[in-house]
Structures are given as C-alpha cells and as structure tokens.
C-alpha cells in the first residue's frame, strides 16, 4: 500500500467556505480514481489530503488534473522516533542514489507541537545522519537535487523526496457554471480549460457543419473531460444549417458578405445565452484573443457583444498565440485542434475588421425586415 | 558602434497589414531609445529590425519592453568570406570561454541564396573550425550551451549567440484603445499590463479615496508607462466621494450594505463605459479574476455587468493569484502593489458573494426612488 500526500494552496484561503472547498476536493480525487479504475482510500488530516493506493503510479498522473490540488508527493510512514527517521532517510538517499556531487537538504514540519524536537534539531539529526553517510553538499536555500521533507504527526511521520505540481486552481464546479462555445480549433479547448481551472462546470456548446470539425469538437471536449471530476461534461451539438445559415445567406443577398462572421459570432453567443439560462449557467465562454486573427478586432468584438445578456468571459484575450499553443499541447488538446480542418462555407474572403455598432444596427433592421 | 537584430513573429502573420504593423513597431523602438535617453538608428530589411547604438547595455532591456518583439541579439557584422565567417565564429567563441564540456552548434540562414554556400554547407565548414579549435561536443538539436547564429545577407554576414527574449505581443496601439480600472492592488496593473502586450493603447482609470492607494495606483501607472511606446498613458483620477459614495451610502440607508462592493464596481464600469465613449475607445479592462476572492463570483459578475454598454475584458479571469503574482514581479508592479494598503470605508463585514439579478433590480429602483 502506498501513501500520497495532496496539498491544496489557494482553496485553504477561503475561511468559512474552505470545509465546502475541501469537500468539493475529495470527493472530485474519488471520483477520478474511480473514472480511471484506482482502488484508493482518501482522506483529510491536519489540511492535507491523504490518498492511500496499490497503484501510486496511475494514481498520480490522474490526480495532476484534478483542479484544486497544488502538489503531491508520495510519503514513507514511520514511527514517531528519531533512529526510525533517520534509517527511513538513509534509504531514500541510496535509492535517490545520492553522492557527493549533488546538494541535498531535509525540511522538517511539525504539525504536532508536543513532539520533543523542533524542527531545525530533527532537521541537523537526520540530515547530519544522511550527510555523514552519503557525503552530498548541504545548500539550505534554493534548489537543492534531492530535497526530504518530514512531517510530524500526531501518531506518526511522513518522509518525501519527490514533489509533483498539481494543476492549481479551484475544484470543479465550486465556482459555478458556464456554457463554453467549441469550435474543433485550438483556442476554444483552452478558454473552456481555463475556467475549469477556476472551478467552473464547462457545458460545451458546437455548432455542427459537418463531421470534420465536430468530430475534432467532440475529441477535445473528451480531453477536457479527463480534467473534468465533480462535473460532467455533455456537449451540445447544434445543427449550424439551422441556427446560423439562414442569417448568412440573407447577409450574402443583402451584398454584406463581409459581415457573416461577425453575426455568426453573436448568433452562437446569444443561443448560448439561451442554453445558459436554461441550465442554470452564469456565463458564456469564448477563444477570443485580441489581435491573433484579423477578425478579433475591439471594434468586432464591441458588435459581437452588444446586447449578450450573459457576462462573456474571454480568458484568451491578452494571451500570445505561442501561450496558447503551450497550453493547448500541455492540456492535450493541441494535435486534435490541428488536424485537417473543414473550412467553414460562409467565410467571406475579406472578413470585416473594423466593424461599426451603427452599421451592425442598420443591417440588422434590414435582416428583420427580410423576415 | 553595436547593432542589434530584432525579431518580430506574430505580426509577420498579418498579411496586408504587416506594413503597418512593423512601420508603428519601428515607431515605437525610436519613441522607447529616445525616451530613455539612448541614441540609435532604426531600420528594417529581410523581415528584421536593426538597431545600431553605442549604448547596447543600455538599449537591450528598453527593447525587452517593447511589445511586438520577440526576440534580441546583438551581432557582429563580417564581409561574405568563408575565411571572416570562421574567424569571427573562433572569436565568439573564444569571448565564451567555450571548451570541451560545452554543446554546440552552427544555425546558418540564407537571406540572399546567391551565396555560393548552402546553409549546412557553411555549418559543416564554420562550426568543423570552432569544433577543431575548442573541442566542445556538437549537439544539432535541442538545448545546447552555445549556439551560434549565421545569416547571409546581400552585402554582408550576421553573426551572433546570445538571442534574449522580447516580451512578444503586438506593437500599441495598433488594436485600438481602452479604459482600464485602476486600484493599488496587485490584479488591475497587471491586467491592464496584459491588454497593453496585446497592442491596446490604455486609459487607465482610478478612483481616488486618499493618498495611499492613489500614489499606489499612480506609481504603478508610471511601471506600466515604461511599457507603453506609441501611446502617452494619462491616468485619469475620479473622485471616489463624489462619484461613488452617494450610491454607497444609500445602500446602507436601505440595510443593504452587502451590496456596496457590487454596485461600486458596477458603477465603476458605467464611469469607464462614459469615459470610453468620450476618448473613443472600445472597451473597459478590469482585474477580475473567478473565485480569487469570495465577492468574484459568476453571481457577482453577472450582476456586474448588466446592461454595461461596452464590452469588459477581464484578462486574469482564468488565472490563478500565484500566475498572477509571478507576472506582477516580472511586470515590477508587485512591490508597489502590496505596500500597505488603505481599505475602503464602505467594505461590509461580509460582501455579498451570489448577487441575484431579481434582488439587484429590485435596489436599483429603490435607490433611484430615493433621488
């Protein structure tokens, strides 16, 4: 049986809401041992949570996209004595296989204060023991090759050498829910992964022209789910034959191609706005990113908005292209985003950059009139 | 006399508007030099920017703050001569003190292939010679401690080896403008930092209750200046008393005092939205990030936002407070930021954290009653 150590950072902020946080957090770490087939008992002691496994290494690449948890690192259990801290230390180093050339310090806790030495005493004993035996340079600040952590506890303490980072964030769906256009592009997989991060229960929403970009859709919404404990994710898949086109072809009758994808744009947000209300969501997710094609201009995304009556939570807006491809291949999202693509039929070969509110406002009277 | 080679990436992507996004990024170069007191020529050919200066210390990390740039190095100029190639490459060499226990490689590039060369050509015959005289291991992808970079062009050869990040981003204004709320705290520079990598030219706007959080929010207006080449950040600075407070106290005449943080911020918006329409600019900017701090939530947002005339950009939404944190520190926003901080007067005991949009409408009309 092996023992991993979860810490969670920022949700141990929350005061009052923290037991919520925390709760939230176990009980998303069980359902993603569960969806990923690991037996594990989880747990919370002294704010640390507290998985115990036969399978600590399918065990911990899941828990590395579970939002909400900082680190983790898998823990000896010894007994509250000196000589057994020091024995579980010198084996730790010899597997590290720890030797003169690397720098190596022990950073000792004590959750329990009744324990009889402080921490810099057990701190000088164990690591004198493993300095003694190994002969590695101690470097007490900065980064150091083999670094082992000692907690105290109540009844027992936990020995690390090995700290994994977490994905951040809050756990899923403390922070609400949100309804996440989906294109199969790169962006929107990873505005939709963002606010997942912060706790959201993402509803994606694809408008289908056919099966090309939904198929590549519906694959990244399959990646995300694999970050998605605590909330299920079930696309929705409208028919873009349906919602959009009559819009764009009167846009194409009425000589003001360019405007197609400007008005494509506010037709999905406001069904979405639709979808949210219906489901009890709070907000409409978007790609955006300003600048990063010719279309994302403020004046397109001031039409595009104009009357939404969700908020519109941009996470891409002030992010590079080179950011978002980083993210987009870390969340694992980016080889679907860039295959083959179906180019969509509408996109005029001058899409409008600079669009005006009074124009847009014009053209829509004249839409309504075509009724 | 140096000269430095910079690079630009995302906006070579711009098609048609490639001419006038390098011609406003050699502007912005030429305004970043002279306001910092540097002399230099500024110039493009072959899709980089040359700037030949007899200060390169000073210029390079002036040059790290102008957005648009992705990239520096200073390099040495040589005839186009196998025998120069090679003795300036054994020079470079020898200033970095390279030897057997570095990795290295040759990146030849050919602007002008009229050179008699090829590129893997003039690798094989200058890097055999710096590989004969020290000795270090060749490494041809992939990091490697000295990589030395070769581009042939028309009249002369470049060479150099060190290649210093720029901040990327598009060159300001060239994706219009926008009014971005101000406090002393650490969120709104950097978000308002955010929109300005993304080419927007800000307004930033502060609502003053006192000295403290005003010269906060001002110092950091004047950090954020030294990234704004191309547009003369004004701060405009409201008075908190007179724009805000009424609504403020009402609010807790009414046994609503809860609320003050949501209509503050609301209020807020609807200055920004009027200064912006004012200034003609096509957005508000704002520090929001979800669930960073109780009263962020989707609730609050929504009501937040209702019926805002312009669009709201909230470039921290999915981030955590550490990503935010570390790119204060890098911005230099962060020791100004957390300095001690005045709270406001009005803050409840306990802000509202689910804000209904029934309940708010339903203030709404009592305060206007109240007029």
């Not at 898998?74 to 690397?102: S, W």
């Not at 007490?140 to 083999?146: N, R």
Request: charge should be positive; hydrophobic fraction near 45%; glycine fraction near 8%.
């Amino acid at each position: 049986m092996a023992l991993l150590m979860v810490r969670y950072g920022e949700i141990a902020l929350k005061g009052k809401n923290l037991r919520m946080f925390t709760r939230q957090l176990r009980r998303n770490i069980r359902a993603a041992l569960r969806k990923n087939g690991i037996a594990g008992e989880v747990r919370e002691e002294d704010r640390r949570i507290y998985v115990e496994t036969d399978q600590p290494e399918a065990a911990l690449p899941v828990l590395q996209r579970v939002f909400g948890i900082v680190s983790i690192s898998q823990v000896a259990e010894v007994p509250r004595d000196l000589e057994a801290m020091k024995a579980e230390a010198l084996r730790m180093a010899a597997q590290f296989g720890l030797g003169p050339q690397h720098t190596f310090r022990t950073e000792a806790r004590r959750a329990d204060k009744s324990f009889p030495l402080t921490s810099p005493e057990i701190n000088y004993q164990v690591g004198g023991a493993v300095k003694e035996a190994f002969g590695p340079t101690v470097r007490l600040k900065g980064p150091a090759d083999f670094i082992l952590g000692i907690e105290v506890r109540r009844d027992r303490v936990l020995m690390f050498s090995d700290i994994l980072a977490g994905p951040g964030g809050l756990p899923i769906p403390v922070s609400g829910r949100v309804v996440a256009l989906m294109s199969g592009g790169i962006d929107s997989p990873v505005a939709a992964w963002m606010m997942m991060k912060r706790g959201c229960g993402v509803i994606p929403l694809h408008f289908t022209q056919g099966t090309v970009e939904t198929e590549k859709a519906l694959e990244n919404c399959e990646v995300l789910a694999q970050y998605s404990y605590g909330w299920e994710m079930r696309p929705i898949v409208l028919s873009h034959a349906e919602v959009l086109e009559p819009t764009l072809r009167k846009l194409y009758q009425l000589g003001a191609g360019r405007w197609t994808c400007v008005f494509c744009k506010r037709l999905m947000l406001q069904e979405a706005v639709r979808i949210a209300k219906e489901l009890d969501a709070q907000a409409v997710v978007m790609g955006d990113s300003l600048g990063q094609v010719a279309s994302q201009t403020l004046d397109n995304i001031e039409v595009i908005s104009w009357g939404i009556e969700k908020p519109i939570l941009r996470p891409l807006i002030g992010m590079d292209k080179t950011e978002v491809t980083a993210l987009a291949r870390r969340i694992g999202t980016f080889d679907v985003s860039t295959r083959a693509s179906a180019p969509c039929r509408y996109l005029p070969a001058e899409p409008i950059t600079r669009a005006s509110l009074g124009k847009f406002r014009e053209l829509l009277a004249q839409l309504e009139a075509m009724e």
